[in-house]
Structure formats: C-alpha cells, structure tokens
C-alpha cells in the first residue's frame, strides 16, 4: 500500500461531570488525513487546508504528525518515510476536540500504511502525544472517543485504563459552536488545583449518575446526573452568556447542558432529534442576542469512531 485516507471525528470531552475522563463522539465534523509513501525516510507535511495559514507545517510541531513520529520511534521505522496532507473540518481551540481529531487521523491512517502492526487500542498512548503537543497535558478524552466511538471512560491514566459505555439509542448531541476562540492550555491553566470535600462528593454522585443513567437508558437519571460543581463554574466565565444559552437548552427540551471540552462550544444531550433540534435552535438564538454567531452541529453518538476512507 501507498496512500491511506483517514477520517477522525470531533469530540465532546468532560461531559459536564467527568473532567478529563469521560468524551464522546460525534457523526461530523472530522478531520482527514491523506498520507503517501515516499522514498526518503521522515515524515513532511505537504498541506494543510481549512486552518487559514495558522497550524505549524513542521511535524515535530503539528499534532497530526508528531503522533507519526512516536509510532514510526515505537516500531523502530526510522527508514520510512511519508507525505502528509491535513484537511481541517473544524475550527481551532474550539473545545470540539479539533487537535485529537487530526492526531487520531494521523495515527490511524500511518498505523493503517503500515499494515496495521497495532490495535486501535494500543493506538491511544500516541494519539495521546498529538495531545501534549496541543494542549501540554497528554490526556485521552477526546482522543480515547475519536478512536475508539461511542461513549467512552478513562478509569486510570496510570496505567491506562479505558472502556466504553453503552448509550441509549435515541441519545442526541447538539454542539454549539460560538465564534470565539479559548485555548485547551489556558483553559487549564485557571483551574484550581484542590477540590472541597463537599464538591468531590456532589461530582463522585453525578459521575456514577450519569453512567448509570446511559447504561439503564435512564433519561430522568442522565439528566439530573449532567452537573459539574467543580469546572463548570470556573470555566464558564469565558463563554459569554453562559448561563443563559444553557438555560435556553433546557427550556427546550434538552435533558443538560455544559461546557464541551475546554470551550468554547457548549453542548446539550436530549432525548430524540425533535428535542435536540429545538434546544440546538435556541443555544444559537441565545449566542445571536449577545451579537455572537454560532454553528450548531446536531448528531447521534458516533459508535464506530475513527475510520479508513481509501486505500491502495
Ligand atoms: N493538527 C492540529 N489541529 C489543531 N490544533 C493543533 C494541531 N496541531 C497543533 N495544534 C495546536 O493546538 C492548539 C489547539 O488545540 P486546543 O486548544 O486543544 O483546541 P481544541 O479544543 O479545538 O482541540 C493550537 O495552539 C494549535 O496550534
Ligand atoms: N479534558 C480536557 C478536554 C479538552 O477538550 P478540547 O476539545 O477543548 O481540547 C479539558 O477540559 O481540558
């Protein structure tokens, strides 16, 4: 084989209550990745679209590629060597898992190249790096959902420790994108380090609520369990009406609403598309009052994840 095209779709990481353990993925957008074998060992980044000149074209910089590069070093490739080209479908630091999208690509389509020596799996400790690169913190919650589909929970970072959890069908996801820009790094970087007793247990309850709730198809349960008494509240500050577009959310139907990611999306899981079109409509008339745009994205939970479009 010499060409592999790869698609990886956005995420919703933290979902509300599970900072940096639980994600999931959505249908569309995604990013693909084209690679193309090449004589000379290393890897080059030949193009890039969507990103309007704003991503590194060095790979030891752009997360698509640096995932490459930790693979090809795991396998003692040293001698391959490849052309990259990265199709971004989705804005930066948009809080829609936009650089795990392209790690995931990158490394699913190289892995692919290669003859598949590795499992989806064991692909995440790399997809993690792109991670790292993005964001200075390697973690997997957007990454673990974006290769894996579904609804996905990361037990323990150390060890790795990660599985999937069965969601009701008729669950929809509305991600409402507004046109603001909020870095995963900063967004880190003004969360406080300690946790009240108090908060740990509220979120250890809405944690086990919500798992509970998506593996009972308990739509009463999933809804009182979309609470986040500890990021939320910090986070928020950044996204402008905050308050008022997940209100809007609710009072349309929507079984919750929070912070996707670091932000500055927001989404809202409802029960049926009905419900999550009308919420999705009033999150973006929400943003539109405060004079923001916004783009909403309405999708089932994507089970499958990342996925090969062409080969040969
Ligand atoms: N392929 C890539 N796609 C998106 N961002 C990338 C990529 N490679 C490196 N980055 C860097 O990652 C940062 C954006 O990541 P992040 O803030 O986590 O956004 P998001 O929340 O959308 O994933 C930017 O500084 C960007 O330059
Ligand atoms: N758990 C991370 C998730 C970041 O998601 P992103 O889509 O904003 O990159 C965090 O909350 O920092």
Not at 15 to 19: E, K, L, M, R, S
Not at 154 to 158: A, G, L, P, Q
């Given at each position: 084989m010499n060409y592999i095209k790869a698609f990886a779709p956005a995420t919703v990481a933290n979902?509300?209550?599970?900072?940096d353990i639980f994600g999931f993925a959505i249908q569309e957008p995604g990013d693909t990745v084209e690679i193309r074998r090449r004589d000379e060992p290393g890897i080059v980044i030949a193009d890039i679209t969507g990103d309007e000149g704003r991503l590194p074209r060095s790979a030891e910089k752009n997360a698509v590629t640096v995932v490459m590069l930790h693979l090809l070093k795991h396998l003692g490739r040293t001698d391959f060597g490849c052309e990259v080209v990265l199709h971004k479908n989705m804005p930066l630091g948009?809080?829609?898992?936009s650089s795990a999208a392209s790690a995931v690509a990158g490394v699913v389509a190289l892995n692919e190249l290669l003859g598949?020596?590795?499992?989806r799996k064991d692909l995440l400790p790399f997809a993690m790096e792109g991670e790292r690169i993005a964001s200075g913190s390697a973690h997997a919650d957007n990454v673990g959902p974006s290769l894996l589909g579904g609804f996905v929970v990361?037990?323990?970072?150390?060890p790795l420790d990660i599985f999937s959890v069965p969601v009701p069908e008729d669950l929809y996801c509305t991600l409402v994108h507004p046109d603001i820009e909020i870095n995963t790094k900063d967004a880190r970087y003004i969360l406080r380090n300690e946790v009240s007793l108090k908060n740990t247990i509220a979120q250890m309850g809405n944690v086990a609520g919500l798992v509970t709730g998506l593996m009972k198809s308990d739509y009463e349960l999933i809804s009182r369990s979309?609470?986040?008494?500890?990021?939320e509240p910090v986070r928020?500050?950044?996204?402008?009406?905050f308050n008022e577009v997940k209100k809007a959310a609710i009072d349309n139907g929507a079984l919750g609403c929070s912070i996707s990611g670091s932000g500055p999306s927001m989404f809202a899981l409802s029960r049926g598309i009905e419900n999550a079109t009308k919420a999705g409509e009033a999150m973006v008339r929400t943003f539109a009052e405060v004079g923001i745009d916004a783009t909403m994205h309405l999708s089932g939970i994507?089970?499958?994840g990342a996925r090969v479009l062409e080969s040969y």
């Open positions: 979902v509300a209550c599970g900072f948009s809080g829609m898992g598949s020596p590795l499992s990361i037990r323990s970072y150390t979309m609470v986040d008494v500890i990021i928020s500050i950044l996204i402008p009406s994507n089970d499958g």
